[in-house]
């Protein structure tokens, strides 16, 4: 069975910098393709980032030139979000989750959760 579990949000200033960790525990030694998605309070999740099996990424238009996808080649099944130029509009609970097909599969994590304030 696999579980997601993300971590490293916080409350950081706006301008600051954050890399969120997404382990998709139980997938196995091969890469997989994760969405990163963001909610805030009574709005569904965004997706916001993925990161292809292939290591190819696409991000949503306000996160672009901002945030940054990538894989550890250690632990294929644990991926980053390097958050820079954070903004107050980026505050919410980030998940991630396992996508085939551009679906998610698997049940979703606790989340993480990104305050970005002065």
């Known amino acids: 069975q696999v579980h997601m579990v993300e971590s490293g949000g916080g409350l950081v200033h706006p301008g600051g910098s954050l890399r969120l960790s997404c382990t998709a525990s139980?997938?196995?030694?091969?890469?997989?393709?994760i969405g990163w998605y963001r909610q805030t309070p009574g709005n569904e999740r965004v997706l916001i980032a993925v990161l292809t099996k292939e290591d190819s990424f696409a991000y949503e238009d306000s996160v672009k030139g901002r945030f940054t996808a990538s894989r550890d080649n250690a632990k294929k099944d644990t991926v980053y979000l390097q958050m820079d130029g954070l903004k107050p509009e980026d505050t919410g609970t980030y998940y991630c989750n396992v996508l085939r097909n551009g679906h998610t599969l698997y049940a979703w994590g606790q989340g993480t959760q990104v305050t970005v304030s002065s």
């Open positions: 139980g997938s196995g030694s091969s890469p997989v393709a």
